[in-house]
């Protein structure tokens, strides 16, 4: 087959904007998008050319889980792209491939398992309590995201990362320059830059350490000479990037909850579906605007039908195949007791999200403590009128105005 009869076999390009969303609304373009085809194609506001963009879930995860698609690849292409800015490092952890990739996540994995997660739990419970108490003390109406959804994942963060309470502000301050999109690149760099050095001396005086925090088993790694002290700090700075993104998912959770009360009323009454409910709202919110991190096809690769070319960049969303009816019946339906429920909320494949557990346990600690412990917990306004993040990367409220 002629590159040219290739070509008029090609879906068009399709221009996706960053639209500012709000509530969990579903992106109307991404709607589009499904409905046209298993693999379409797409152009986003900033970077240069299209991109492939596949949205069913078998798709997604054969992109995601292939090494003829590179992340390594990007870092020298102009690709189509949501964020304005490109700024990962070298040897930043979202760009590397097998075995280099692989190497550095060994580093961390012990902070990240079962066994790490739960190290926090108390820890994490207690500091829950206390902004919970305070909520209450300081009494109705109040800003959940401010009092509650925003210092509670900082100060969870912190801890796993062994970072010292007195510098969680600068690390949120920080982490909300390099996330967002509107200050431009010179600040997001900059940022990026002082959270790096940051980590860079607290690595560095860690190296010979025996801690179980995600720091210090970086310092002991850099130490035994197992990763570079510059692809440390990448990953600690993506690690500690990460953790904030519950103040996101777990604010367009309690929106929907509180602004569906039946929801909320039967995770009071029946404690037990808890976790299965936390799984199908991670499921279901709309994490993020548009679409992540590329990959590049390293040679023809065939993908829902459609031949893609070596060099060609790919997209996969997660968001849609979360909503892949040929694998969750009624995608659109809040079922809190789903199952199975094998969503890729956190990704899929090497590149899969290491805080999963992390998020799925401050989740449930959340839930619990909101929950059962404001019992009459409501919204203070109506829910068009709460305000939703502009320009950001990632979704969520700005603000959860609350009483009870």
Sequence with gaps: MSDETLSDNRPPVRQWPALDLTGVDFDPVLTELMAEGPVTRIRLPNGEGWAW??????????????PRFSREAVMDRPVTRLAPHFI??????GFLDPPDHTRLRRAVAAAFTAKGVERVRERARGMLDELVEELLCDGPPADLTEAVLGPFPIAVICELMGVPAADRQSMHTW??????????????ERAKEEMGAYFSDLIGQREG????????LLGAAVGRGEVSLSEAVGLAVLLQIGGEAVTNNSGQMFYLLLTRPELADRLRTDPAIRPQAIEELLRLIPHRNAVGLSRIALEDVEIGG?????????????LAANRDPEVFPDPETIDLTRAPNPHVAFGFGPHYCPGGMLARLESQLLMDALLDGVPRLRPAV???QVPFRRGALIRGPEALPVTW
Excluded: C, K
Aim: aromatic letters at 4%; glycine letters at 6%.
């Design 306 to 318: 459609v031949r893609i070319r070596e060099g060609d960049a790919v997209y996969v969303s997660y």
């Design 382 to 384: 109506a829910p068009e």
């Design 175 to 188: 982490t909300q320059l390099i996330l967002s999109s509107s200050h431009g690149a010179h600040v997001s």
């Design 209 to 216: 350490s025996t801690g179980e925090d995600v720091t210090s």
């Design 53 to 66: 963009l596949a949205t069913r879930m078998d798709d997604v995860r054969t992109v995601t889980n292939d």
């Design 88 to 93: 990962p490092g070298r040897d930043a952890v």
